[in-house]
């Protein structure tokens, strides 16, 4: 059985090659990862399963804006194509959505297959209420709401709330 824990900076080299197995090179080309670009990682609510001293799979979550509303970003989620099915992403996705309740956060939002993600109670977001910076299928923009309400009012342009480091803003909301 596997262990989730918050992430360690050792875990860093492996979560990325994890990522780039499990989503590509065209995963930088995404809007989730160009609002990613440039912005620190909420690091508290960075996760890994272990199993058998063996990375098995990852979640990150991300600070983003929806107009002027602070919120989450799920993402990437990844687990080992070889132990899909076995329920670590389940598993990574509500310790993260736990410890972010637990932090005061209102609302996680993500780009992704429902039937998956309403396992732990995302639900679909009725399109055109986020503006992505980019391309987005707006079927698979999800949310849920971690305090009572959040969610109803959540609209406008999604964006980054700060740089942490420089990069081109050009495409992510911010230049």
């Known amino acids: 059985m596997w262990e989730i824990r ?13 990522n780039a197995a ?4 065209g ?4 809007s989730a990862y160009r609002l990613r670009e440039g912005v620190a990682q909420e690091a ?10 063996v990375l098995r799979g990852s979640v990150r ?4 804006l929806v107009g002027n509303d602070p919120a989450l970003l799920l993402g990437p989620l990844a687990v ?3 132990q899909r099915g076995r329920g670590i992403g389940i598993d990574l996705m509500r310790k993260g959505i736990a410890a972010a309740k637990e932090l005061g956060h209102a609302v996680i939002i993500l780009v992704g297959d429902e039937p998956y993600y309403a396992r732990v109670g995302f639900t679909r977001l009725p399109p055109g209420r986020l503006k992505f910076p980019g391309p987005v299928d707006a079927s698979r923009v999800l949310g849920l709401s971690l305090k009572q309400g959040a969610l ?14 420089a990069v081109c803003a050009q495409g992510a909301g911010m230049g």
């Open 61 to 64: 979550f991300w600070p983003i």
């Open 44 to 53: 508290s609510l960075a996760f890994v399963a272990v199993e058998d001293g």
């Open 80 to 82: 080992q194509s070889a």
């Open 152 to 165: 109803v009012t959540l609209s406008g342009t999604v964006r980054r709330p700060r740089l942490d480091e």
């Open 22 to 25: 499990a989503f590509g090179p």
């Open 27 to 30: 995963r930088y080309a995404k």
């Open 6 to 18: 918050q992430e360690r900076a050792e875990d860093a080299p492996l979560v990325e090659a994890l």
